[in-house]
């Protein structure tokens, strides 16, 4: 039976074949080869990382050529003769990999699929090599990989921002990036602490951090939306290790020295991805006024346009001392896939004393004052802080998010001064000297709500936005000013030409509530274009009252309705913009405009008839929106961006009557006054070549002003007394000066400011060369007493700083600066200047016998030009540290600041009228400080969900699917 069955299959076979051969077959037509080809391809890691600069070479018989992987990773061979080759892969630190490929001749593009380089197991460990670049630059968003700069162990991020490129930290937590403020810091997309930058980055640890990311921040509507609207804020967001984001790290510090000084802070954290709860406190009492570490000698913003060169170490403020207590709590959690919250609590509170003592001298078109003042002062502050934020994914394609807000601050103040001025002016020398008692108590709850829903349409980039907000706030300042007015004859103050007293109680209220209406539509053109629309309302309603009583000398308290201040107003701004935009590889456009009609209306009590006067008026504006960007890798870009911004005066300007509230400061209104209007244009480059350790950034912004609102303050003689012996004789009169304000529009303003950042590291980082500074033109127009006159401003700043990490047990900071600042102006009796100020400074850390540090700052400034300053102190400060345990967590600290006692610097702020102002520093600034330090840490590994690790957004939040 077996053979039967056999031989019939056999034969079945056999009969098939012969059957099939009477059928013809077809021949497929195969395109014919081509004689050149494109091959591209990318090079990862096995960590699915791009490395670049990975040599790649390419072999075939008719063919031997070879190139490097560019910033991304890829790697592009042009006009290839044959489809079949061999690819050599090498970089440094990981295997050489050898790959025969046999590819369709007739493609014109062969891209191969990604080539995983493998780690070398036997490499120097003191070689370190990752090829993803150290610094990437997206559209908005800068992003440094955190693990190419060395710290410390123990170190916070405050130490590691110091390493990377365009980064300048303060001693006080202050972060600036490419010379830009940073305003909030963030974890993992959302808020950490509030937002409070400097708890963010001198408590959290450094080596949790995975990337640090410096964000050009327009709001969580345009996050979502892409739309953007208005100028955006810089944010420091700090994303974590995978393998550091489930665990718990913490730090106590407890420090005392000299003159009742401490220090005490405590920190926990607890992060299980997205999941986060934290409390941050402390308790100090510290010197204000002197900045124990750092170096200064630049020059910082004064009022009114001026500028202030410190000619000693430190920063400018009102020296003395002052005790703090900032306890503070975070908390984010991950309900379920679809619902996040994030709130934070913290609360402040300061008692500052201080002593003040300043002279300086103002100019005017009448002449020039010289003048002295010393005060004391006492201020008591407390404050709360609660945010709230709910994160609300509905579903794929609704989303909603409600953030309500609290805050409320109270503050109580007494001081003393005494006021000196010497008046020069046209119109006759006078001698007026001031002298009073003030008290003021404040106290400003605020309250509010946001919420934001967006619905995302089937048709991919379609989406539309609705967001509603209101803010109300009610500040109340209960004030009492005792002053003594007193009128001398000469400079001296022997002989009293007439004095008299004020003595007033003022009670003021201020209500404002804020409405703010937006809503957004993106209708896609095609994958890479779409048109925007963006509408907003916003409505801002404000009810103010001033009210005033004397104080008799017996006493007694009468009403002064005169002095009166009441009013309320509301203003109403409408935007609408209307917007095309095309997202490419290489380019970013936006093109389009926004419609601004604004209205403000109100009502005021005039004091002269105690009848209600109304005002009104309205304005309109086209903006144009403009914004470019071109990447030719993720390591180099350039933008340009123009803005416009419409800025309405306010309504005590426009009120249409003269306000004298203030006897000395009288307010004439000009209801005619029209709203000041900023262009702006704004230019950056930035570029970072990865195989060099080398970056570059440039910035630089225009600004011109049209109607800026100004002050044209007119100073006015009012008759005193006569000369007793010679009463009739009007050139023996005595006057003083009143000064009665006027609100004018004036246009020629304008101004040019570049920056720049030039970096270069070497020898794996341990030699850092850092280059920056600005230069900064301005001209601005003003008027006094009728009369038109410019200042022009020039500004010259260099700062060179190296870091220097030779080795393991060496760290060398050294310093050098030079700043040239000048001021001419067309202001009668007013001077040019010109200052120039040359800082030297070093600091830096020595470790040795493995867990004992020495740390040292220095620094000299050379100031020339300032009047009247020779003052060139020379600030030394140092400290010892001895580690305890195998993990080193347990350091005893001992410093000691400003050992020669030199750091009694003077301030001095230019005005734009050529006057001065010198402030004189706190001598408390030498002391010490003792304590410990604790630092623990336990860390469980990598986030995952059921039984894989978890996805990750571009933000660092954790994807719960």
């Known amino acids: 039976m077996k053979k039967i069955l056999l031989i019939l299959i056999m034969v079945a076979i056999l009969g098939g074949g012969a059957f099939a051969q009477n059928v013809p077959v077809r021949k497929a037509v195969q395109p014919p080869p081509l004689s050149l080809r494109q091959v591209s391809g990318i090079v990862k890691d096995s960590t699915d990382e791009t490395l670049v ?33 061999t690819l050599t892969i090498s970089s440094m630190g990981y295997r050489t990999l050898v790959k025969k490929m046999l590819n369709n001749d007739a493609v014109p593009r062969l891209v191969l699929d990604p080539i995983i380089l493998k780690s070398q197991v036997n ?8 090829g993803t670049p150290s610094i990437v630059y997206k559209t908005d968003t800068v992003e440094y990989r955190a693990s190419d700069y060395k710290v410390r162990e123990n170190a916070t ?23 830009q403020q940073i305003t909030k810091a963030k974890l993992n997309g959302k808020e950490y602490a509030g937002g409070d930058v400097a708890q963010a980055i001198q408590n959290l ?8 990311q410096v964000v050009d921040d327009y709001g969580d509507q345009a996050a979502r939306t892409g739309i953007k609207d208005g100028d955006p804020q ?20 407890t420090q005392a020295g000299n003159n009742d000084r401490y220090n005490g802070q405590l920190f926990v954290q607890r992060i299980d991805a997205n999941e986060q709860l934290g409390v941050i406190g402390r308790i100090a009492n510290t010197v204000t006024g002197v900045a124990s570490t750092g170096i200064a000698g630049g020059a910082t913003n004064g009022g009114g346009g001026g500028t202030g060169v410190g000619a000693g170490a430190g920063r400018g403020g009102s020296p003395g001392t002052t005790f703090s207590a900032s306890p503070s709590f975070n908390y984010r959690d991950q309900w379920n896939k679809k619902l996040q919250v994030v709130a934070s609590y913290a609360y402040r509170y300061s008692d500052n004393n201080s002593v003040n003592s300043s002279y300086g001298q103002r100019n005017s078109t009448l002449g020039s004052t010289d003048f002295t003042s010393q005060s004391t002062r006492e201020s008591k502050s407390k404050g709360h802080n609660v945010n709230f934020e709910m994160d609300y994914s509905i579903d794929s394609a609704n989303y909603l998010q409600v953030t309500p807000t609290f805050s409320y601050s109270s503050a109580t103040s007494s001081s003393s001064s005494l006021t000196d001025n010497i008046n020069n002016f046209t119109t006759g020398f006078e001698h007026p000297v001031v002298s009073g008692v003030n008290s003021n108590l404040n106290s400003a709850p605020n309250y509010g709500a946001t919420v934001f829903y967006q619905h995302i349409f089937k048709k991919p980039h379609r989406n539309a936005s609705v967001q509603f907000s209101i803010n109300r706030s009610n500040s109340q300042a209960n004030g009492d000013v005792d002053n003594d007015y007193h009128y001398y004859f000469d400079t001296t103050r022997d002989s009293l030409l007439k004095d008299s007293a004020s003595h007033l109680l003022t009670n003021r209220t201020s209500k404002n509530t804020t409405y703010r209406t937006s809503v957004t539509y993106v209708e896609p053109i095609s994958l890479s274009s779409q048109f925007e629309f963006n509408g907003q309302v916003r409505t801002a309603v404000y009810d103010n009252k001033a009210i005033s009583d004397t104080v008799l000398a017996n006493g007694q308290v009468e009403e002064l309705t005169r002095l009166d201040n009441i009013y309320n107003y509301s203003f109403t701004e409408t935007r609408a913009t209307f917007n095309y935009r095309y997202n490419g590889k290489k380019v970013n456009l936006s093109l389009g405009t926004t419609l601004v009609p604004t209205l403000l209306k109100g009502t005021k009590i005039n004091n002269g008839n105690s009848e209600n006067v109304s005002t009104s008026r309205s304005d309109f504006k086209i903006i144009p929106v403009f914004r470019l960007s071109y990447s030719w890798s993720r390591t180099e870009r350039i933008s340009l961006a123009y803005s416009g911004s419409n800025t309405e005066p306010n309504f005590q300007q426009i009120q249409p009557f003269t306000d004298r509230s203030d006897p000395n400061n009288i307010i004439v209104g000009n209801p005619n006054l029209n709203p000041t209007f900023t262009n702006s244009l704004n230019l950056i480059y930035n570029n970072y070549l990865p ?15 049209s109607n800026q609102a100004t002050t044209n303050v007119l100073q006015i003689k009012e008759f005193l007394s006569a000369d007793p012996a010679d009463p009739t004789n009007p050139a023996k009169f005595k006057y003083r000066t009143i000064n009665e304000i006027h609100y004018i529009n004036i246009n020629g303003s304008h ?7 030039i970096a270069k590291q070497f020898d794996d980082r ?65 001077d040019p200047t010109s200052l120039r100020t040359t800082s030297l400074g070093i600091d830096g850390r020595v470790y040795f016998l493995k867990t004992f540090q020495v740390n040292y700052s220095a620094s000299k400034n050379y100031v020339d030009g300032l009047t009247g300053i020779t003052s060139n102190p020379f600030v030394i400060n140092a400290g010892f540290e001895k580690e305890f345990f195998a993990k080193k967590n347990l350091v005893l600290t001992f410093n000691v600041y400003d050992i020669l006692h030199q750091n009694n610097f003077i301030q001095q702020t230019l005005s734009p009228q050529g006057g001065y102002t010198n402030t004189l520093s706190s001598t408390l600034s030498r002391y010490f400080l003792v304590g410990l330090r604790l630092n623990l840490q336990k860390w469980s590994g990598s986030p995952k969900r059921n039984g894989k690790n978890m996805n990750r957004r571009g933000d660092g939040s954790f994807i719960y699917d």
């Open 53 to 85: 600069g990975a040599m790649v070479k390419l072999v075939s018989p008719k063919d031997t050529v070879s190139t490097a992987t560019n910033a991304n990773g890829i790697f592009i061979f042009k006009n290839i003769r044959s489809a079949t080759f």
């Open 123 to 130: 490499a120097l460990k003191e070689v370190s090599i990752n």
């Open 157 to 179: 991020v405050d130490e590691l921002l110091k390493k990377m490129e365009g980064m300048e930290v303060g001693s006080d937590g202050t972060v600036t990036h490419q010379g």
């Open 205 to 212: 640890p450094a080596d949790i951090v995975d990337k640090i």
């Open 234 to 253: 810089k944010i420091l967001n700090i994303t974590t290790r995978a393998d550091k984001s489930v665990g718990t790290t913490g730090r106590i510090t």
């Open 691 to 705: 195989n060099s350790k080398f970056n570059l950034s440039f910035n630089l912004n225009g600004t011109t002003i």
């Open 751 to 757: 101004a040019i400011v570049g920056r720049y950042n």
């Open 766 to 830: 341990r030699y850092n060369l850092s280059l920056n500074g600005n230069v900064t033109y301005s001209y601005n127009n003003a008027m006094s007493n009728s009369v038109l006159y410019h200042n022009t401003n020039w500004r010259f700043d260099e700062r060179f700083g190296p870091r220097i990490s030779p080795n393991d047990w060496l760290e060398v900071n050294p310093y050098i600066g030079y700043d040239v600042s000048r001021s001419f102006t067309t202001l009668r009796n007013a």
